[in-house]
């Protein structure tokens, strides 16, 4: 059989492939991009259910608005107001199924074949995918533990004049970093000065351990005059509460979100009505500050256990920054000792040992680095990432 051409520009994920792995029994597990399944609030989850089929059924368990359910968008322009973005009003967003389905809303409307768009190296390898898959050429864009380089971003812009500039400026996936406020006002003013749409994409930025990271892009555009018309942010509850409802939402100009929901109308006609009304009522519930503080001192305290673990077993063989928020942690192996460098081989033997993660290399879009692997704190317990960081040194040692 034929099919598109498209589909010659990507691949499934090196990851994928390594998922398969993972069936094995007893396998300690930091490779995944899951939150924890334990910490679902299943009984507020449930309650907002049961008010959804008593109160609203009808509208519930119809066909619904392609821009989205109204009653969720106004509890998301409330959210977003309540993170700094106090002037998102409910027209101003459209629902997405997840984020992911933002992003290919994105790449619909703003690529053609062979157009440009600049990612961080690394990013979200389904990002990486999504672009690709309309035909984009992927340009990397190289960030430290601050987020991207502002003044290298400009270079890029300037030598490539890309469609749009995707980032995950708040705990990054995979690379846990946080872009500096300076940095963020920065880009919004490269935005302004090229004219180039900015994407922030922020499922992460709630998951902060100590203190609030920087404000959004999204909240920063009043400050820097005429930057809103060139940001578009997505959002997201996959990670704050669950996947499974698959709610994400996009916000930008009225042009772009009149393409998009034009888009999202011959692809999905809309995000479950069921789910949306049902987030709607979690959110009016007015529980999420306190799901919210559970989950982010639950990271937190993983977060701490593995990162001790990395430092008191593996030493001087591995590299990181001790990440502030979100479910990864961001490691480069040094050789130290002649110990291994290359990930992809580490992770084989480490699959041996009973511990699994996920190299690095398939995040960047261009300039792999080899010697980078990420790993997830989200999923294990502190017994579990201890013992999984133990068998890890077993694997270096190998
Ligand atoms: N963006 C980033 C950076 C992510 O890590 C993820 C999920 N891993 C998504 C978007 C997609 O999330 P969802 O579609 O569940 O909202």
């Not at 989850?45 to 066909?63: C, H, K, N, S, W």
């Not at 109204?70 to 973005?85: I, T």
């Not at 812009?157 to 500039?165: A, D, F, M, N, T």
């Not at 256990?305 to 942690?329: H, W, Y």
């Amino acid at each position: 059989m034929k099919f598109a051409d498209r589909l010659n520009n990507v691949e499934t994920s090196a990851i994928r492939e390594l998922f398969k792995l993972l069936g094995k029994p007893g396998i300690i597990s930091f490779a995944g991009g899951f939150p924890d399944s334990a910490m679902f609030d299943v009984a507020g989850i449930e309650a907002a259910t049961e008010r959804v089929l008593r109160d609203e059924p009808g509208a519930a368990l119809q066909y619904g608005a392609t821009e989205g359910y109204q009653p969720l968008r106004e509890q998301l322009s409330a959210f977003m107001a309540s993170k700094g973005a106090q002037d998102v009003a409910p027209e101003q967003l459209i629902v997405t199924t997840g984020s992911q389905q933002a992003l290919d809303l994105l790449g619909k409307t703003m690529i053609n074949p062979g157009d440009r768009v600049i990612v961080e190296g690394p990013t979200f390898l389904a990002t990486i995918q999504c672009f690709r898959l309309y035909g984009a050429e992927v340009i990397s864009a190289p960030i430290d533990s601050d987020g991207v380089k502002p003044d290298e971003l400009e270079r890029l812009i300037v030598e490539h004049q890309p469609r749009l500039v995707y980032l995950i400026p708040t705990f990054g996936n995979p690379s846990g970093a946080t872009l500096s406020l300076e940095r963020r006002r920065k880009i919004l003013e490269l935005a302004v000065k090229h004219q180039v749409l900015v994407v922030e994409d922020d499922p992460y930025g709630d998951l902060y351990f100590a203190d609030a990271p920087p404000p959004s892009l999204l909240a920063l555009t009043p400050t820097v005059p005429g930057s809103r018309e060139w940001l578009a942010h997505c959002g997201s509850l996959s990670k704050v509460l669950c996947p499974g409802l698959r709610i994400g939402w996009l916000i930008g100009h009225p042009d772009l979100l009149a393409r998009a929901t034009m888009c999202k109308q011959f692809s999905d006609a809309h995000t479950s009505t069921f789910a949306q009304a049902t987030a709607a009522q979690y959110l009016r519930s007015g529980v999420m500050p306190q799901t919210l503080a559970r989950v982010r001192a639950v990271y937190a305290e993983r977060a701490r256990a593995m990162g001790d673990a990395l430092r008191s077993e593996l030493g001087d063989a591995v590299e990181f920054v001790q990440p502030q928020g979100g479910l990864f942690m961001w490691v480069r192996l040094t050789g130290a000792r002649g110990q291994e460098r290359d990930a992809n081989a580490l992770a084989k033997r480490a699959i041996e040992q009973g511990v699994a993660f996920v190299p690095g290399s398939p995040f960047f879009s261009q300039n792999p680095d080899p010697s980078t692997l990420r790993l997830s704190f989200a999923t294990a317990d502190i017994d579990r990432i201890r013992e999984g960081i133990a068998r890890l040194k077993k694997a270096l040692a190998a």
